[in-house]
């Protein structure tokens, strides 16, 4: 399970590249993502998300920090169909009203968070 951890903390911070080395080509990422069936698979990849950090939290190096974002990224999944698409549209239109520094600043926030979900998960390292 801590090696599927690994997994998204490196695309979490691939994406964060992308945003911000190129942030037009992460927010055409969000196209499919904008329909009914988007949102719902969003829903149920953010909760699957959510339930691999639970799953992790007990023998990492943040337990308390890994079941918190857990328990947020679940509520968030199960909060986005909910959220609907027309409101998503005009989320991310507004995110993209706000200027490519904007996007920049959010790729470097997921840089950060899935850089840490790695370092959070991958043991430390024993002398020899």
Same mark, same amino acid.
């Given at each position: 399970?801590?090696?599927?951890? @690994? =997994?998204?903390?490196? #695309?979490?911070? $691939?994406l964060?590249?992308?945003? &911000? !080395?190129?942030?037009?080509?992460? /927010? ?22 959510? @339930? =691999?950090?639970?799953? #992790?939290?007990? $023998?990492?190096?943040?337990?308390? &920090? !890994?079941?918190?974002?857990?328990? /947020? ?22 995110? @993209? ?13 997921? !840089?950060?968070l899935?850089?840490? /979900? ?11």
């Open positions: 399970m801590s090696s599927l951890a @690994v =997994v998204v903390g490196l #695309v979490i911070s $691939a964060g590249v992308l945003g &911000v !080395l190129a942030p037009g080509a992460l /927010i055409s990422l969000t196209a499919p993502w904008l329909t009914p069936t988007g949102l719902w698979l969003a829903g149920a990849l953010r909760v699957g998300i959510g @339930v =691999v950090l639970l799953r #992790v939290a007990p $023998a990492s190096r943040h337990p308390a &920090v !890994l079941r918190v974002l857990g328990v /947020i990224v679940i509520v968030a999944g199960l909060a986005t169909p909910l959220f609907g698409v027309e409101r998503a549209r005009m989320v991310v239109a507004w995110s @993209v009203a706000q200027g490519s520094g904007f996007i920049r600043l959010w790729g470097l926030i997921a !840089l950060a899935g850089g840490y /979900i790695v370092y959070a998960v991958v043991p430390p390292r024993r002398a020899a």
